[in-house]
């Protein structure tokens, strides 16, 4: 399964967000390369972030980062 690079962008302040497909790549070392890669030399806006995920197709990866998760509640010695 390749691993695939998004842009996805949070929009207002409710749990709606918008992907957009950037590259895809067949391993994790060549994926995290070009993701720091596309951090440092094109940044993106406050709502915004560059994402890798690992799925079996285009479809699955984009419902798996438009779905809500819960924040993490913090432990108290992790505050």
Known sequence: MPYYIYIVTSIDTTTKKSVQAVSE???FKQAKTEVRRLRSEAPLQDNQSYRVIF???PAE???HLSEHREQPIAKEWEK
């Open 61 to 63: 990866a984009e419902q």
């Open 55 to 57: 799925a079996e197709n």
């Open 25 to 27: 790549f067949e391993s």
